[in-house]
């Protein structure tokens, strides 16, 4: 006989889209009261249940390592049994209220699902399934219920104590208690339910809505962290004034309150009028945190607010629809982050992050569609897929309808589905009904997975040209047969001599594998700029002419397409080199050279089209891939560069100091431009680069360029690397949110012995396994290093296997992040492919995995 440690792991059942069933029984409204306390809270939960149509089925009410104290229904003791986790309530009536109770304690939640304690703070997160922790409970999101929720709990360690809604009577009760009433009048599904109870400071604010309603809007933070929320609070009436002007939503309760809370599994939730996030996307002070953090902040704070309505008020009917409130979500803020910043700068920096995350994923063990039709572990579908692909969907309608109609659908949606919870298909149908537009194979990209691929060939005649365009949708997992679709892509045929654009831009649908589109009166020989503004999420490959991308690279008006030209000219000559040839830079110094010398760019744009594409793109374009190959060679590259821009380069850097006090676009472009500038300059001459870094390091009075000198003095190394990480430490220390940044700047080291300064960070005392951002400023900066993690040895695969065993026995969800790194393991040369499989079984053979866990290693050994 096995025993437990030998036999395999048992994968546990899958759930299937196909399988949806509506719900046996409705809970229209519960009363929830909260004993609370960190190591013991009691919970008393009241259901006023509703058989849901005829059947004779039992109330089966979902649990997760809790147990009954008591079932009553209707006051009386009822016919109860347990069914693995879940309480199952004999009812033979229609209606009836079910009483449960429960008792949990909060500080030895590590998973941070359900009610969880987070320094000194009580905090809940329930998406997708925390609710289930916290009471029993029919917790899927088309169970859509009224919270009346009463708290209670010490009055000096929780002065302070929210919930969901509006607050409706307090009072002090015995013994130094106090206790609070919060209710929430818009039905809402279990996973937007949130409490927090806690010592907290408020930063507030009134706001008034469009048609003229006062909000009273709150930061919730310690008191000592209330200096560093005005940004988010300046972020969050931004977003409510651009909801409403672009979307005609307003907000519809009389408070809003957002809590900042240090242990979080992700970057925040929306629960109904209590947003709670990671405080490191709410707090920020130019000493401590970067202009890429108070970037991020805003669009994190205006993500959560826009759920209220993509969302909250609509929600979803399963988790197989995620992407209907997430992908909206996201194109709502990417939209939102564009009208605050530079359009041209915002749509770069979110084509560069779908190529980080979405397009490996998309092409690897664990690719799925952006609407899944299955899962093990529903934690592991909140994904670059269908977040990030899934906002490219809602983009492409957007291109495809233009904004008035896709204006006209969004609304007839929120009208049409207000206290729904619906799928994507009732998005699209909106789409269409308020468009008459036709997307029936637009649909397929909800159901397809895969990354398609566009050949492009221009053919010039006499008269005119002729667009050849062919489109293949690679299998992934589970599908193998593609069917072809409905790509639409910008197209602009620019002058060979004249540089201008040959008639407007044309907005062309390739809906079949093949197809040939004409140009009529192209006067002269003609280049072809593709998917301007990245209109379709594809990989398009096109046939290009002697000196057309160079051309390209410095003369497209479309910034998107500019940038792009670009990356084309850089990865051409770096895959040359990566694949043994010789290291040739000369197209790409003269295109640096004219983008540094143009008046017409502004910083922000130049720092990026100067950025040569990273490892990890150039990973995505060879087959197999050697690491250490393309690092040489994309090093070899930087440094034929810096030596020969040395000039151009300084010259740059020296005129792009930015007012240390200015947020404005353009300090923060300029500090990007002196960071790009710097890291070359350092590659060709790492003394000049060495004393630039340092000098900067010690003048820097922002984090921006604190963190840039760090970056290019940890990529050279030595003691000015070692100096400044321990005057960054000194002067940072028991600042968790900086602190992660000094993990993660040693972490992502390009260098080989960053292995070594990542096995004593995990001895650091202030590393910590129970802390998400913590493991993720390690582990997660570490296995995003394509350098330094994957060596030749093998050591790194081991060491993060080690990693999210250890992880897991704590977070499983924090953990299942970090088996994607090695789930690629297909794609790499043989050494290291056969030791990234071993790091995998490995894992596998831990006994008790999390499924979280199993569902990844599993799928990515398939
Ligand atoms: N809905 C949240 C957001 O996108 C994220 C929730 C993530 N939940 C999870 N189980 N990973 O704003
Ligand atoms: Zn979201």
Known sequence: MLDARTAPPVVPQEIRREDYRAPDWLVPAIELDFDLAAEKTLVTARLSVERNGEHDRPLRLDGDEIVPLAVLVDGAEARWTMDGATLVVELSENAAVVETRVALAPDRNSKLMGLYASGGLLCTQCEAEGFRRITFFPDRPDVLSRYRVRMSADKARFPVLLANGNPVETGDGEDGSHWAVWEDPFPKPSYLFALVAGDLA??????????????????????????????????????????????????????????????????????????????????????TASDADYDAIATVVAHEYFHNWSGDRVTCRDWFQLSLKEGFTVFRDQGFSAAIGSAAVERIEQVKSLRAGQFPEDAGPLAHPVRPDSYIEISNFYTATVYNKGAELIRMMHTILGPEAFRAGSDLYFERHDGQAVTCEDFVRAMEDASGADLRQFRLWYSQAGTPRVLARLEQDGAGATLHLAQTVPATPGQTDKKPMLIPLRVALIGERSGAELATERLILLDGEQSSVRFDDV????????????????????????????????????????????????????LAAIYGGAVETGATVAAIRSTLASNALDPAFKALAISLPTEAELAEKVDPVDPAAIHAAREAFRVAIGEALADDLEAAYAGAAADPDSLDSLAKGQRRLRAATLGLIAAGNPERGTELARRQFAEAR?????????????????????EALDAFYRRFAGDPLVIDKWFSLQASAPRAETLDAVEALEKHPDFNLANPNRVRSLAGAYAMSPFAF?????????????????????????????????????????????????????????????????????????
Do not use: C
């Open 702 to 722: 922002t984090m921006s360029d604190r963190q840039a000198a760090m970056m290019a003095l940890g990529t050279v190394g030595g003691d000015a690397w070692d």
């Open 202 to 287: 408020v930063n507030s604010d009134p706001f008034t809505t469009m048609s003229g309603r006062s909000v009273e809007l709150g930061i919730w933070v310690r008191e000592g962290d209330l200096p560093r929320t005005d940004h988010a609070m300046e972020s969050l009436k931004q977003s409510m004034r651009w909801d409403e002007e672009t979307y005609g939503r307003e907000y519809d309760l009389d408070r809003f309150n957002i809590v900042a809370v240090d242990d979080f599994n992700f970057g925040a939730m929306e629960n109904k009028g209590l947003n709670i996030f990671n405080s490191r996307y709410i707090l920020a002070a130019p000493e």
């Open 523 to 574: 006067g002269e020989p003609a280049f072809l700029s593709i998917n301007r503004g990245f209109s379709a999420p594809v990989i398009v490959t096109a046939e290009r002419r002697a000196g057309e991308i160079e051309a390209l690279a410095v003369s497209d008006q479309d910034p998107f397409a500019r940038f792009e030209a670009m990356q084309e000219l850089m990865s051409r000559d770096l």
């Open 790 to 862: 994957h060596r030749a040895d093998g050591r790194g695969y081991d060491w993060l296997a080690r990693m999210i065993v250890a992880v897991d026995r704590v977070n499983p969800q924090t953990a299942a992040r970090f088996v994607a790194p090695l789930g690629r393991w297909k794609r790499y040369e043989p050494v290291r492919s056969e030791k990234m499989r071993a790091a995998l079984e490995r894992i596998m053979a831990e006994p008790s995995l999390s499924k979280d866990v199993l569902e990844q290693v599993s799928k990515s050994l398939a």
